[in-house]
């Protein structure tokens, strides 16, 4: 069954400003972890943002920020002042540590950077 | 830093093949995983170990089998390799302990089935 859901299969933003890529989540545990992760062209996975579903505030790194709505089930990518090296794949995440500890991906948002 | 290391870059192989894809992580991680990456679908679990010798199937374990000898090593096998395996193969580990613990990826293997 699905468990992550990006709706958006592409996204644009101008360079310098800020952009939200959805992801919303199902499961029935308590406790679980949300990841989202970068893929440029090159290919790699870079982890970037991490929020325990016990965590009282939204998780911030840098221009990254996380808008956790855990009684929607949400857990939007905020990306501020875009550069264009931020052009590429966005995938959310979710580990959910009593169902054997794996960890589910969504299908991805592609973001691109208009300069 | 972690390393995850994938054998192979680009592979190509007929129908039919037995195939191997290779990982090896020196951060002595005990979860490994193995993902096939498609358009508009995004990362699906084939399998995944969280320890030497165990192993799990995840979403879409059917055509293939995996193989953990060794802590460091996870290998993904195709029996007999069909073209609905073209795909990309990522390879992922992540240490048990710590809440945070991100997966830590390597670079993949593009696998073309002919």
């Known amino acids: 069954a699905q468990k992550i859901t990006q709706t958006q299969p592409g996204m644009f933003v101008q360079e310098k400003e800020a952009v939200t890529l959805d992801c919303t989540y199902d499961t029935s545990d308590q406790s679980y972890g949300l990841f989202w992760y970068k893929q440029p062209s090159s290919g790699e996975m870079i982890f970037l943002i991490y929020?325990?579903?016990?965590?009282?505030q939204n998780a911030t790194e840098g221009r990254y920020s996380l808008n956790f709505q855990k009684a929607r089930k949400s857990a939007n990518l905020v990306i501020s002042a875009s550069q264009l090296g931020d052009s590429a794949m966005y995938f959310c995440a979710m580990r959910e540590p009593y169902n054997n500890n794996d960890m589910r991906f969504g299908a991805g948002t592609r973001l691109t950077v208009k300069p | 830093d972690v390393k995850v290391t994938q054998s192979s870059r680009y592979l190509v192989k007929r129908t039919g093949e037995k195939v191997f894809l290779e990982c090896v992580q020196d951060?002595?991680?005990?979860?490994m995983f193995w993902y096939r990456q498609d358009p508009g679908l995004g990362l699906r679990l084939i399998y995944f170990?969280?320890?030497?010798?165990?192993?799990e199937k995840g979403d879409i374990p059917e055509g293939y089998s995996v193989s953990r000898e060794k802590k460091e090593r996870f290998s993904l096998i195709l029996e007999s390799a069909s073209t609905n395996q073209t795909s990309m193969y990522l390879c992922?580990?992540?240490?048990?302990?710590?809440?945070?613990?991100?997966?830590?990826f390597g670079n993949g293997t593009r696998l073309t089935v002919t």
């Open positions: 992922a580990s992540r240490a048990r302990q710590g809440r945070v613990s991100p997966l830590h």
């Open positions: 929020q325990g579903s016990y965590d009282e």
């Open positions: 170990s969280y320890d030497v010798k165990m192993k």
């Open positions: 951060m002595d991680h005990e979860n």
